[in-house]
């Protein structure tokens, strides 16, 4: 009788411990051309990924093409943490009563609580990732302001450097109210190459293909990517990136933990 009620218990173990990981977010490429568009308001959204991982209890990330002339929703605050991330046109972004218009390339990431809000006043349409997350820890706001808070990075302004295998712009490496480390960067990789060879870190690592394609080995398996796809990489899953295009290639690659 006790074996069997310590056989039934290790059973139930196993099922919650699987109902956890069952609609976490699968490394991968989420492809930009397969992705649904639905409207929303003013607004047409691609949602891309959503579910939890490693460190979040909730990722989720979508792209909003917002109409010349429109907001997507009144300024307002949340709970969770969020990175804007610029595709194509302009994007007039206030938070907390600062002011200022992004283009492509461009990212304004926002602490848990600030009021914010988002107006396309352009004369075309406006096209922008929006990541929004939770992570599984307790979200330190104390952590986030000592950081410096929410900010923005004109993409204008990010010096490129470059070396043997085409370059790099670093965008930010810092923490956050949700993260102990959240870094992102710019690569600019010549025809033919590998950035680095497979390899794994505790970091999860997420890829934003802007120009040209390439493929992504995730776990020894070669995944196409192009601009507009995004690549996610859980912690510690093998990866490695090679430009398949005649011409460089060009990603953002963030790190968060």
């Not at 406006?126 to 929410?150: F, H, I, L, N, Q």
């Not at 890829?207 to 510690?236: V, W």
Request: glycine share 8%.
């Amino acid at each position: 009788m006790k074996a069997f009620s310590i056989l039934g218990i290790l059973l139930l173990i196993g099922l919650r411990l699987n109902a956890q990981t069952v609609d976490s977010v699968a490394s991968g490429v989420y492809v930009w051309n397969e992705t649904p568009v639905v409207r929303k308001g003013t607004s047409d959204q691609r949602q891309l990924l959503k579910g939890p991982t490693r460190d979040f209890r909730r990722l989720e990330i979508h792209a909003t093409t917002l109409p010349a002339r429109q907001a997507p929703h009144p300024a307002h605050r949340h709970a969770d943490e969020e990175l804007i991330l610029m595709k194509e046109g302009e994007l007039t972004v206030t938070i907390a009563g600062r002011t200022q218009t992004l283009g492509p390339g461009s990212v304004a990431l926002i602490m848990p609580g600030d009021e914010h809000g988002f107006e396309n006043r352009g004369s075309g349409p406006a096209t922008y990732y929006v990541m929004r997350y939770e992570s599984r820890a307790p979200a330190d706001s104390e952590r986030g302001r000592k950081a410096g808070g929410s900010f923005w990075i004109d993409w204008n302004e990010v010096p490129f450097q470059g070396h043997d295998k085409g370059g790099i712009r670093r965008m930010f490496d810092r923490a956050t109210a949700m993260t102990q480390r959240f870094e992102m960067h710019v690569t600019t990789l010549n025809p033919g190459l590998w950035s680095h060879p497979p390899h794994t870190h505790r970091a999860a690592e997420i890829l934003l293909m802007i120009e040209q394609s390439a493929e992504e080995s995730i776990d020894g398996k070669l995944h196409a990517a192009t601009a507009g796809d995004l690549i996610f990489l859980e912690s510690n899953v093998p990866h490695a990136i090679r430009n398949t295009s005649a011409t460089r290639c060009l990603y953002f690659a963030f790190q968060f933990e």
